[in-house]
């Protein structure tokens, strides 16, 4: 592996710990990365961001997790349940997780927004900002007001700050979909395919800017109790 240039600091990555996955992962996403992660409904988004603040938290990062999916009792124990138990790092505050709730109108949405921004600029704190899912809120204001806070959210990486953020597939058109990908530096998109009267989770790792090896993969998987993302061989998925 080439060495960096006489104070040129290395880049970290942020990996799921799981080999296989970060393998097609490309090796990692680089830290200070604006990360998308789209897909429809029960495709794995959750679970994969999940992995990536477990494999985060394990290399020594801290986490900041915004959800409107859970409580923090319920991620807790979601995680724990797949093999991930964060609980040590909960407790010595290198995991500070943030319940919200979804919106209901623009106003609320826009309020979250401005608050979420403000809450990560002034915390010093953390390394990784997880935000589990942006759906509600951008589902219910206009899409500059979206791209607005996407921008914002760019300037935060700047500082080397990384942010995973999950939304639905249905959340915008397809031409809204190709702004907010050409503003993020990692895009993994999830879906469900019928292989063999089967439903298996498909990710594609889309782009992932930095990433030390090829990315452009796309990865067969299922959610195992207590083992989180189990890759599916090629041949058993098209069984």
């Known amino acids: 592996m080439a060495q960096p240039a006489q ?32 897909g429809q409904s029960d495709a794995g988004k959750s ?6 603040v477990w494999g ?17 009792r319920s991620l ?11 609980m040590d790092h909960f407790l010595l505050g290198k995991l500070n997780i943030y319940p919200m709730p979804s919106a209901l109108n623009a106003k609320q949405s826009l309020t979250v927004f401005s608050k979420l921004i403000d809450h990560m600029s002034r915390q010093s704190n953390y390394d990784i900002a997880a ?13 500059h007001d979206t791209l607005s806070f996407l921008t914002a959210c760019k300037q935060i990486c700047d500082q080397n700050k990384t942010l995973l953020v999950t939304m ?22 999830l879906r469900i395919e019928e292989v063999a009267d089967q439903l298996v989770k498909v990710l594609e790792v ?17 959610v195992e109790p207590g083992l989180g993302m189990k890759i599916l061989p090629i041949s058993k998925a098209k069984a």
């Open 7 to 38: 104070g040129e600091e290395t880049r970290r990555v942020i990996t799921t710990g799981n080999m296989e996955v970060d393998k097609n992962l490309g090796g990692g996403i680089p830290e200070g990365s604006l990360s998308l992660i789209e």
């Open 47 to 52: 679970v994969v961001l999940q992995q990536l």
């Open 56 to 72: 985060a938290l394990v290399e020594g990062f801290r986490v900041v997790y915004y959800t409107t999916e859970d409580t923090t």
């Open 76 to 86: 807790l124990r979601q995680m724990e349940s797949m093999g991930m138990n964060v």
């Open 131 to 143: 935000m589990d899912s942006l759906t509600s809120f951008v589902s219910n204001v206009p899409e």
């Open 168 to 189: 639905h597939a249905s959340a915008f058109d397809e031409s809204m979909f190709i702004r907010i990908r050409s503003l993020c530096d990692a895009h993994l998109r």
């Open 206 to 222: 889309a782009k992932v800017h930095g990433a030390e090896k090829t990315t452009g993969n796309v990865v067969t998987f299922d």
